[in-house]
């Protein structure tokens, strides 16, 4: 059994290959919104809930909802983290040497090897 929420500003978006909830009327992730307020290795800025709404041109109660959402680990982000893994790997883009000379080490994957490697088998934009 599972139990449905329902989102004031937040989402999915059919056509992308996320399945992560976004913020309505909009291309951003509630992902993207939540790793500015949590502290990172690459980066040591943290931003509130308020700085992130101001950035964003976004009401607070957007960026709570979008926080609220991915504190709940939903198993969508998940499953876009697992995908984009599978993606990187077969593209050759988790090659060490990867960022020295990318067309030494990417390969342009078929659309056989991307439908084994997404979920739903669907192609980018589709």
Known sequence: MSIETTYKHLEPRP???YRQLFIKGT???AEILYSLTV???EDGEVYTPDEVA????LPREAVEEALAYCRSNPPEIAADHAREQRLQEASGMNHPDYKYDPKKYSRILTSEEWARLTDDGSLPGR
């Open 27 to 29: 291309r951003i992730r």
């Open 54 to 57: 101001a950035a964003y041109g």
């Open 39 to 41: 502290p990172s290795a």
């Open 15 to 17: 056509c992308s290959l």
